[in-house]
T-cell receptor, first 112, second 114 residues
Framework: DGGITQSPKYLFRKEGQNVTLSCEQN?????MYWYRQDPGQGLRLIYY???????QKGDIAEGYSVSREKKESFPLTVTSAQKNPTAFYLC???????????FGSGTQLSVL | KQEVTQIPAALSVPEGENLVLNCSFT??????LQWFRQDPGKGLTSLLL?????REQTSGRLNASLDKSSGRSTLYIAASQPGDSATYLC?????????????FGQGTILTVHP
């Protein structure tokens, strides 16, 4: 079954800790994205990648980092510099800029 | 900068009603518009993708229209069912040469009661 797999489903971060959210896709899509969703707010773009070994900042990249070493994988690290990390994180991919976005099931990150 | 607005914010209807969800966007230079469904605590499920050259798309009981000139899209749900209860989101490209960068509306929370 083709799709996007995000793990873990739930993640807890201690103060000063970096945590990494996993996103893997087997759709053979070129582009991948990370969005953040807060209650009462729309989705906001953190980072996106159009091709392997290349990525760009979205609207709220501060406190986050990504890598794109493989076409299938686009992990997101929430660093200690992100002071308000509690949110629902969604990974997505698309075959091209004209293709629609397909989303994973999300990771809920909370601060201990 | 693209801005997307969805009206109404919430909608509660009895089962069987036909209903319309509205989406407006400020930058009409879009190449497509996408409608999603989100259940609580879940990811987004793509419902319909309308390319700029199309005026509407249909999937089962769902029909989405796109009017770029007026900056509007509507999602029509026929014969609503309790299983349709969810948050519906529309998303338009952020404008310019953005590569798949979408701007999302706040969503319409739909409740269909038996």
């Amino acid at each position: 079954d083709g799709g996007i797999t995000q793990s873990p489903k739930y993640l807890f971060r201690k103060e000063g800790q970096n945590v990494t959210l996993s996103c893997e896709q087997n759709l053979n899509h070129d582009a991948m994205y990370w969005y953040r969703q807060d209650p009462g707010q729309g989705l906001r773009l953190i980072y996106y990648s159009q091709i392997v070994n290349d990525f760009q900042k979205g609207d709220i990249a501060e406190g986050y980092s990504v890598s794109r070493e493989k076409k299938e994988s686009f992990p997101l690290t929430v660093t200690s510099a992100q002071k308000n990390p509690t949110a629902f994180y969604l990974c997505a991919s698309s075959i091209s800029y004209r293709g629609g976005l397909f989303f994973g099931s999300g990771t809920q990150l909370s601060v201990l | 900068k693209q801005e997307v607005t969805q009206i109404p914010a919430a909608l509660s209807v009895p089962e069987g009603e036909n209903l319309v969800l509205n989406c407006s966007f400020t930058d009409s230079a879009i190449y497509n518009l996408q409608w999603f469904r989100q259940d609580p605590g879940k990811g987004l499920t793509s419902l319909l993708l309308i390319q700029s050259s199309q005026r509407e798309q249909t999937s089962g009981r769902l029909n989405a229209s796109l009017d770029k000139s007026s900056g509007r899209s509507t999602l029509y749900i026929a014969a609503s069912q309790p299983g349709d209860s969810a948050t519906y989101l529309c998303a338009a490209p952020a404008g310019g040469t953005s590569y798949g960068k979408l701007t999302f509306g706040q969503g319409t929370i739909l409740t269909v009661h038996p």
